[in-house]
Nanobody, 129 residues
Framework: QVQLVESGGGLVQAGGSLRLSCAAS????????MGWFRQAPGKEREFVAV????????YYADSVKGRFTISRGNAKNTVYLQMNSLKPEDTAVYYC??????????????????????WGQGTQVTVSS
């Protein structure tokens, strides 16, 4: 049974920070890219960031570039999203997901939902103004 479990969400004031974690279990994810998506009420799920299995390639959505940092643990089955300078528009449920086959070529970074095989249940992030 493959599981991705997110944690670290919560309520924070604008300008604050949160660190999300995603732990993968059930199989080795060392060859999977790990990504973060988010979904605000009434909106479609959108791409936030992705990191290659090696950790050497990273790609961000323009909306979070310079504020969010994605990383993965040494064992490759944990991924983090450090979120700084949070804005009310960052309020959403944040999901981690695993995508196969990304070699790290930025032009082919997996940013679409269908490119991901496994999903977590999500963690709520609320940013108050």
């Amino acid at each position: 049974q493959v599981q991705l479990v997110e944690s670290g969400g919560g309520l924070v004031q604008a300008g604050g920070s949160l660190r999300l974690s995603c732990a993968a279990s059930g199989r080795t994810f060392s060859r999977y890219a790990m990504g973060w998506f988010r979904q605000a009420p009434g909106k479609e799920r959108e791409f936030v960031a992705v990191i290659s299995w090696s950790g050497r390639s990273i790609y961000y959505a323009d909306s979070v570039k310079g504020r969010f940092t994605i990383s993965r643990g040494n064992a490759k089955n944990t991924v983090y999203l450090q979120m700084n300078s949070l804005k009310p528009e960052d309020t959403a449920v944040y999901y981690c997901a695993a995508a196969p086959l990304w070699t790290g070529n930025r032009s082919a970074a997996p940013t679409r939902l269908y490119e991901y095989d496994y999903w977590g249940q999500g963690t709520q992030v609320t940013v108050s103004s």
